[in-house]
């Protein structure tokens, strides 16, 4: 295992150790407000940590995480990003069933095994290197970095926003302290290790994500809970759908949406990135029918 893989399987394992052992507070009998303010602070900790601990120390590791990150963890890094996304884009409606699912689920599987491997297959180590390549042309540079600046600050800004709720509600701390803490643990998170970094957070956060949801089948399992995964399709096939319109130009606007491209610019290869896109497709699957 390489230095990088140990530190991370080191912060995984403790991220791990402590969402059990909230759990088990639980069973036990805590109570539900230090239960709830808890969670969010081993959130923070762990991602915050695990940027420290993979600090770049090269260009080549910040810029591209110098190709090694295995396509499993890549593909649970996008499934996070897809899931930060998905609650983000169900948060813009007052009624979620209304919004063009079909066109966004699309769109994702779309990005995930083709438009993300095709950019790796560029040798591309940032979206923007392949605008630069492609357009020479000043004034087209100019307009891509001014949409991509405005979409990283739009998926930036709803990021924070819902982390900066969840500690809001959960440690009963004003707005500015919850805006300030989380975008505290977001730099560090993120600003070490470029894009090594951001890869083995959203990873982490993808592995911590499905293991909740295990843990809590458990839970509903052993509470008696009628646990029906045959009742998932029935529950899809009567979903609303969107007008085609709304569902063409969402399917089109995810499948474009670069933050689904930058786990595969960290893997060695674009069979990698397919393979990573398809881990992310299984792990979101498995997670949305568990959660549904």
Request: proline share 4%; hydrophobic share 60%.
């Amino acid at each position: 295992m390489t230095p990088v893989g140990a530190k991370v399987a080191f912060a995984l394992g403790a991220l791990a150790l402590a969402i059990i052992a909230l759990f088990a507070l639980e069973r036990v009998g805590a109570p539900d407000a230090l239960v709830a303010a808890l969670g969010p602070i081993a959130a923070l900790i762990g991602v915050a940590g695990l940027g420290v601990l993979t600090r770049a120390r090269t260009l080549l590791d910040y810029l591209s995480a110098r190709r090694a990150t295995p396509p499993f963890y890549a593909g649970l890094a996008l499934a996070a990003v897809i899931g930060g996304f998905a609650l983000a884009f169900a948060g813009a409606a007052e009624d979620a069933t209304d919004l063009p699912w079909r066109g966004v689920g699309g769109g994702i599987v779309f990005a995930a095994l083709a438009v993300a491997p095709r950019w790796r297959g560029r040798q591309a180590s940032t979206v923007a290197d392949v605008f630069a390549t492609r357009f020479p042309s000043p004034f087209t540079r100019v307009a891509f970095a001014l949409i991509l600046c405005a979409c990283g600050w739009g998926l930036a800004t709803s990021g924070l926003g819902y982390a900066a709720l969840s500690l809001r509600d959960s440690l009963g701390v004003g707005e500015n302290a919850a805006l300030a803490l989380s975008a505290v643990a977001l730099v560090l998170s993120l600003a070490p290790g470029g894009l090594r970094s951001l890869v083995w957070t959203d990873a982490a956060s993808g592995a911590t994500g499905l293991l909740v949801i295990g843990l809590l089948l458990a839970l509903s399992a052993q509470s008696g809970l009628d646990v029906q995964f045959e009742n998932v399709g029935a529950a899809l096939a009567v979903w609303p759908a969107a007008p085609l319109v709304q569902e063409v130009a969402a399917a089109a606007a995810a499948a474009s949406l670069f933050a689904f491209v930058h786990p595969a610019l960290s893997v060695a290869s674009a069979a990698a990135a397919r393979r990573a896109g398809l881990t992310a497709l299984i792990a979101l699957g498995l997670g949305g029918a568990a959660a549904a």
